[in-house]
């Protein structure tokens, strides 16, 4: 019934297999890709007609997670899989920006490609897999794709690179000093195509290095997709890239000379104006057969990157005027918002970021529902990209991919150079709102952040800057690359490269190219390229702050304790009992790990101290020897019991009252009396020995040998 094909090979520690024909047969292709035991099913679809009018290419990646995989049922009400989770649209971002560019050129056919989890062993990250099992389906599905393309993660540990690290070891990657790295590669047999990576302060020759490491790894992947397609792949779709030569010759006679004037002008509103009206102008010029024919847009894009390119190969010079290498004018400011713990705003051209920092307490922390297990995160960073900063009118939703993805790589710029949380106990959340753009929001994001938080007073290990590279690269294999994008750069060029860092090294990368032919030594070029611009903006940064500032008087303040874990079932009480004492009498909150660190916070000093020593006075125990200011709890004919230290109590015997016979304890102690008492020590069966005798009752200073000699004279 089935007419099943398998190809399996060792990679690293573990087992790869692809696997076709058997599962969702009517999908044009279907892939269920395994490494170890965690299972990927990608299946692809694609119109095999365009729709009338169609001037992009409308490809879909979708990326589930389902709870079943590991084991598990989900949260909530619903206990269901409902909107995408932030690692499924990273995941979605990052299968869909190396399969983009490998279409090809003139394809507008709609495509859909759905990954799903069916299987996760906690050892092996699905999201690997899933970018193979996709390309795999690609390869064998009959689209007009130019792959395969292989993936794999890449760790550093002690000088070495790993292949495929596990699940564990990336979640470890910001508390184990030995894990220095999480980069993720995706490319073709001859070129890297995608980068995404978390680094802790690598040089550039180490993230080189690792790309490198990478791809090399990824071609037995691509060889036995390869492998797989020879023996399963449906016959290729029978498509013919569009020939619009001749109207793109009308296009550039119309207009080419008003497109150059309108791209020379610097400013990006005026810019865009002109460039609005040039290409109004066009069309104007065209015949009614011109203007209904699809190929316009691509015509159109054509000549604008044919200007746009050419001068800047050809000459050094940009649109805006810039040479290759320089970063437009910076200027930083902080402390902007009087109520806010930390702001700044960041501003670069024709970018700008206004970025607040607030600080929180354990009860803030996000709450993480993986399917390898729940976790909690004490730092978060949310980006916002609203119509207005690029002039325009439009729809203000929740969250989409863009505003996702933006935000994950400024969180991975910036989390390399947090505080422990045991020096810095505080939940942190950046919001990094875009006023204003005109190339790599995200890059201003990261500069901002950084500023905001040391206005919060955030010890950062050192302040982090990033920039946005670009390249042009033509086909006789000359190139250029710059440094501080501006978005038509973006937009018609060959590569989007970003780098954040710190003096010492990246802590971030993600680069994604359009074009196959990207070599090691334009990587590096660009790599070094990027440290002078980022260099450059950490002195522009550092004229505003260039270490954390003084804690603002609107946080709560923390104070943290660490006590024995066989005494939090003490601190806590029976049902809560103890704790939410502590609470209500100090008006502090009090937060108790399973590790036994607590954390107590109040913006009132006093309260904290006063939550600090009731807790202090539970878990402490009494020292031999140490003088103790204590009440008298009951007095009984051989003596009096004296609450001396917390909840504790303990026996002054009528010999140790004073230093003379008394007839009753009575004659001198009565209930609710201070007294000074020092611990003598406990008795065979653990019973507290005090004495009030050796202490000095009006000073509390112990009573020396010579003279509690006289005082014995005397009687």
């Known amino acids: 019934m089935f007419k099943e094909f398998k190809k399996t090979m060792k990679w690293g520690e573990e087992t790869l297999t692809l696997e076709t024909g058997k599962v969702a047969r009517q999908a044009d292709g279907t892939v269920i890709a395994t490494l170890g035991e965690t299972s990927v099913m990608a299946n692809v679809t694609f119109a095999k007609e365009m729709k009338e009018g169609q001037d992009f290419f409308p490809l879909t990646v979708h990326y ?11 949260g909530g009400f619903f206990k269901r899989e409902a909107r995408p989770t932030e690692k499924e649209t990273l995941t979605a971002r990052l299968i869909d920006r190396p399969m983009r560019p490998l279409f090809v050129d003139g394809f507008k056919h709609e495509v859909l490609v759905m990954c799903t989890v069916l299987s996760h062993d906690l050892v092996n990250d699905p999201d690997i897999v899933a970018l193979i099992a996709a390309s795999a389906a690609l390869t064998i599905s009959g689209v007009p794709f130019m792959g395969p393309v292989g993936a794999a993660r890449v760790g550093y540990v002690d000088g070495e690179y790993i292949l495929n690290p596990e699940v564990e070891d990336m979640d470890q990657l910001r508390t184990n000093p030995e894990q220095r790295l999480d980069l993720v590669v995706a490319g073709t047999k001859d070129a890297v195509m995608m980068v995404e990576s978390e680094a802790y302060e690598l040089t550039e020759d180490e993230i080189l290095g690792a790309v490198n490491f990478a791809h090399e790894q990824i071609q037995p992947v691509i060889d036995l997709i390869i492998g797989l397609a020879e023996d399963a792949a449906n016959e290729p779709f029978d498509f013919k890239a569009p020939d619009y030569s001749d109207l793109y010759s009308s296009i550039k006679k119309a207009g080419e000379k008003n497109m ?41 894009k054509k000549l604008e990157a044919s200007i746009l390119r050419g001068d800047v190969v050809k000459t050094g010079k940009r649109i805006d005027g810039r040479k290759t290498t320089e970063v437009r004018d910076i200027v930083c400011e902080t402390g902007l918002l009087p109520r806010t713990h930390g702001s700044a705003l960041f501003t670069r051209g024709e970018t700008q970021g206004l970025v607040v920092t607030t600080l929180g307490t354990g009860d803030d922390e996000q709450i993480i529902d993986a399917l390898h297990g729940n976790s909690r995160s004490n730092f978060l960073l949310h980006y916002n990209f609203p119509p207005y ?62 500023l905001s938080m040391m206005d919060a007073g955030v010890p950062l290990k050192a302040p982090v800057a990033g920039v946005a590279m670009g390249l042009i690269l033509e086909d006789e294999g000359s190139y250029a690359i710059l440094t501080d994008i501006l978005g038509d750069e973006d937009h018609l060029g060959d590569m989007d490269f970003k780098v954040a860092g710190t003096e010492n090294g990246i802590t971030s990368l993600q680069m994604d190219i359009k074009v196959a032919g990207i070599t090691s030594e334009i990587m590096r070029n660009a790599l070094a390229q990027a440290k002078d611009g980022r260099m450059h903006i950490l002195g522009e940064m550092s004229k505003s702050i260039s270490e954390a500032g003084s804690f603002s008087v609107h946080a709560p303040k923390i104070e943290t304790m660490q006590i024995p874990t066989d005494k939090i079932r003490e601190v806590i009480g029976s049902g809560g009992k103890v704790i939410r004492e502590i609470v209500e009498t100090s008006g502090a909150k009090v937060d108790i790990n399973d590790d036994g660190q607590i954390k107590i916070a109040s913006n009132d000093a006093d309260a904290i101290k006063s939550a600090y020593d ?31 230290f917390g909840k504790r109590d303990g ?25 000074k008492v020092k611990l003598l020590g406990f008795d065979d069966r653990g019973k507290v020995r005090l004495s009030m005798k050796v202490v000095d009752q009006e000073t509390g200073e112990e009573i020396k040998e010579d003279k509690k000699d006289k005082s014995s004279d005397k009687d």
């Open 64 to 74: 589930q997670e389902k709870y079943y995989a590991a084991g598990k049922i989900p």
């Open 260 to 300: 150059r004037k309108a791209f020379a002008l610097k400013d990006k509103q005026e810019r865009v104006s002109a460039v609005t009206q040039a290409r109004d102008d066009i069309k104007n010029s065209l015949s009614e057969e011109q203007l209904e024919d699809p190929n316009l847009g691509s015509a159109m």
């Open 389 to 450: 900063s690029v002039g325009e009118v439009g729809r203000v939703g929740p969250p989409g991919r863009r505003e996702v993805g933006h935000g994950k790589l400024a969180w991975r710029a910036l989390q390399a150079v947090l505080p422990p949380a045991t020096d810095f106990p505080y939940t942190i959340r950046v919001v990094s709102e875009i006023t204003e753009s005109n190339g790599s929001s995200s890059m201003a994001s990261v500069c901002g952040g950084s």
């Open 614 to 644: 009731m807790i202090h006075s539970i878990v402490a125990e009494p020292e031999v020897n140490e003088i103790y200011t204590g009440k008298v709890v009951k007095v009984v004919d051989f003596g009096a019991f004296v609450n001396f």
């Open 651 to 675: 026996l002054v015997h009528v010999s140790q009252i004073e230093n003379r016979r008394i007839n009753h304890p009575s004659d001198v102690l009565k209930e609710g009396q201070e007294v």
